[in-house]
Nanobody
């Protein structure tokens, strides 16, 4: 059983930056692909970014390409999402998730989820 805890959310003005962290425990972190999802009020959740187990392969949603960067530190059992040039439409609850798959883009393929952290971008 893997436990995931996100941190780093908050309120930021448009154009600002935030760095989300996801601390993992209870499993072999390097054995999981990691993803960051977000869900805005009244909308379905979407995959924002994902990274393979070894960190060599990444996926980004078109809406965040060039602005967000996913990373991981397997020695620290942690994943990160650096978010730059934030826009009001980035406002959402952000969740990190772990998958035994290679680089899944479907939420259904993720086995463990954190509790989420709120990101609010003001205009």
């Amino acid at each position: 059983q893997v436990q995931l805890v996100e941190s780093g959310g908050g309120l930021v003005q448009a154009g600002g930056s935030l760095r989300l962290s996801c601390a993992a425990s209870g499993g072999t972190f390097s054995g999981y692909a990691m993803g960051w999802f977000r869900q805005a009020p009244g909308k379905e959740g979407d995959l924002v970014a994902a990274m393979s187990r070894n960190g060599e392969t990444t996926y980004y949603a078109d809406s965040v390409k060039g602005r967000f960067t996913i990373s991981r530190d397997n020695a620290k059992n942690a994943a990160y999402l650096q978010m730059n040039s934030l826009k009001p439409e980035d406002t959402a609850v952000y969740y990190c998730a772990a998958s035994r798959g290679w680089l899944p883009t479907s939420a259904a393929a993720y086995d463990y989820w954190g509790q989420g952290t709120q990101v609010t971008v003001s205009s």
